[in-house]
């Protein structure tokens, strides 16, 4: 099992910047990927972005591409996401989520959440316009 802990969220203007961070331990080496997930009040979770490995193979959704940016630090143990040019829409709880499900199922399951077996308890962000 992989504990998850996200730290940055806060309360930012629409046109701000905010990063994100998740802090990973236990059995991290058992990681193929990892994620970022959002959920706002009334609405189904949603998949904002997702990194393989070092970071080298990224995805995101069409919602935040161009505005984000998900990065790992191997050595840390640790994920970010590098959220600019926020707006209203944004506000959500953002979650991190690990897998080590791989290969050919990744690829093809990356944005569902069944796929990824951990989970931290989210930090809230909220975008005032």
């Known amino acids: 099992q992989v504990q998850l802990v996200e730290s940055g969220g806060g309360t930012v203007q629409a046109g701000d910047s905010l990063r994100l961070s998740c802090a990973a331990s236990?059995?991290?080496?058992?990681?193929?990927?990892m994620a970022w997930f959002r959920q706002a009040p009334g609405k189904e979770r949603e998949f904002v972005a997702a990194?393989?490995?070092?970071?080298?193979?990224?995805f995101y959704a069409d919602s935040v591409k161009g505005r984000f940016t998900i990065s790992r630090d191997i050595a840390k143990n640790a994920m970010y996401l590098q959220m600019n040019s926020q707006n209203p829409g944004d506000t959500a709880v953002y979650l991190c989520?690990?897998?080590?499900?791989?290969?050919?199922?990744?690829?093809?399951?990356?944005?569902?959440?069944?796929?990824?077996?951990?989970w931290g308890q989210g930090t809230q962000v909220t975008v005032s316009s």
């Open positions: 989520a690990a897998t080590s499900k791989g290969g050919v199922y990744y690829y093809t399951s990356r944005a569902n959440r069944s796929t990824y077996e951990d």
């Open positions: 236990g059995r991290t080496f058992s990681v193929y990927a």
């Open positions: 990194a393989i490995g070092n970071g080298a193979v990224t």
